[in-house]
């Protein structure tokens, strides 16, 4: 069966860097992209980007630009999120999610189990 | 970007009504590309409905979608106890945009 299985929580400092891992499992992992959707306490779903595991061409979401990173390692069926120069306001859970792997179908029937992010001095 | 705004916010009704939720676009969405999720605290999001209407896989009946252009609905036929929640929208366009959820509550 699909499993997407994600890194444990974090608690790093402003301005720190993280990286988020998504192991992925129970399917071709080069097949289809991998998404990473986040969500602030309380708050709502925020898309950010996807990784495209094949080529490793990814589409960051403009806000994101800058300074979010997805790569991925296709050895070890794994995708990586990371995120520079954090501020408070980052602070929330990371999802990754995949798609159906239809072009353009961007939505997600299989997420991982989130990663708590905490940004705090 | 596609703004999606959710009516109402929260909807207080009791187990056995009927629910009905709002998804309404800033901008037409082609292809009906539009997703309904259920989150329960703590858990990801569950895919219910794709394609504005077709049900996901194992999503019991009850769980409806309508809609087109810029405006959708979510129907809950009747309540089960399990189905109180937070319900999101999304657009999966090139940027894939999500409403700001309604939260449907024990009356």
């Known amino acids: 069966q699909v499993q997407l299985v994600q890194s444990g929580a974090e608690v790093k400092r402003p301005g720190a860097a993280v990286k988020v891992s998504c192991k992925a499992s129970g399917y071709t992992f080069t097949g289809y992209y991998i998404h990473w959707v986040r969500q602030a306490p309380g708050q709502g779903l925020e898309w950010m980007g996807w990784?495209?595991?094949?080529?490793?061409?990814?589409n960051i979401a403009q806000k994101f630009q800058g300074w979010v990173t997805m790569t991925r390692d296709t050895s070890i069926s794994t995708a990586y999120l990371e995120l520079n120069r954090l501020k408070s306001d980052d602070t929330a859970v990371y999802y990754c999610a995949r798609d159906p792997g239809v072009p353009g179908r961007y939505y997600f029937y299989y997420w991982g189990q989130g990663t708590l992010v905490t940004v705090s001095s | 970007e596609n703004v999606l705004t959710q009516s109402p916010g929260t909807l207080s009704l009791s187990p056995g009504e009927r629910a009905t939720l709002s998804c309404r676009a800033s901008q037409s969405i082609s292809n009906n590309y539009l997703v309904w999720y259920q989150q329960k605290p703590g858990q990801a999001p569950r895919l219910l409905i794709f394609g504005a209407s077709s049900r996901a896989t194992g999503i019991p009946d009850r769980f409806s979608g309508s809609g087109s252009g810029t405006d959708f609905t979510l129907t809950i036929s009747r309540l089960e106890p399990e189905d109180f929640a937070v319900y999101y929208c999304q657009q999966y366009g090139s940027s894939p945009t999500f409403g700001g959820g309604t939260k449907v509550e024990i009356k």
């Open positions: 990784i495209n595991p094949n080529s490793g061409g990814t």
